[in-house]
């Protein structure tokens, strides 16, 4: 098993900056790889950004070029930095952890508003 703590949400100003961080304990020795995940109000979760264990990463394309996630293989921890932020991208932010065997773990979640 595998818990996850989520970090960093919080109100911030359109085209400002937050950092979220995810926190992995457990059996992080199995972890293939760390996502982020969001959902905004009435829309479905959907995948902000992945890295795999061998350090590849993907991006929606609404968030490339503006979101940024890096992994610390020795903390078990991954971070999203996300800059130049819209309106759009506020929603609750959810890591998502996957294992080798195929198993995934969410954490709560983290709240990002992004509002003047």
């Known amino acids: 098993q595998v818990q996850l703590v989520e970090s960093g949400g919080g109100l911030v100003q359109p085209v400002g900056s937050l950092r979220l961080s995810c926190a992995a304990s457990g059996s992080t020795l199995s972890i293939y790889a760390m996502c982020w995940y969001r959902q905004a109000p009435g829309k479905q979760r959907e995948l902000v950004a992945q890295?795999?264990?061998?350090?590849?990463?993907n991006y929606a394309d609404s968030v490339k070029g503006r979101l940024t996630i890096t992994r610390d293989n020795a903390k078990n921890t991954v971070y999203l930095q996300m800059n130049s932020l819209k309106p759009e991208d506020a929603a609750v932010y959810y890591c998502k952890v996957g294992l080798r065997s195929g198993a995934n773990y969410w954490g709560k979640g983290t709240l990002v508003t992004v509002s003047s």
């Open positions: 890295s795999t264990f061998g350090g590849s990463t």
